[in-house]
């Protein structure tokens, strides 16, 4: 995913603009010393922002460059 690519929230349905992405790394839990990388998106809807994991949206148009 992309900045700039539209995306439909999977609960309310509403259609927002991906901004920025943040990236993490977060341990996995175990001893041995393992991550892993879990991606959130920050974006807009209308006048307002939040930010999501992946899981809770779908890509509706991708941004052309």
Request: charged residues 30%; proline residues 5%; aromatic residues 8%.
């Amino acid at each position: 995913m992309k900045i700039g690519d539209m995306i439909k929230l999977k609960r309310t349905g509403e259609v927002g603009l991906i901004v920025e992405t943040i990236r993490r790394c977060v341990p996995d839990g175990n001893p041995n010393g393992d991550f892993n990388i879990e991606y959130h998106y920050r974006i807009a809807i209308g006048d307002r922002f939040v930010t999501i994991p992946r899981a809770g949206w779908s890509r509706i148009a991708e941004m052309v460059r």
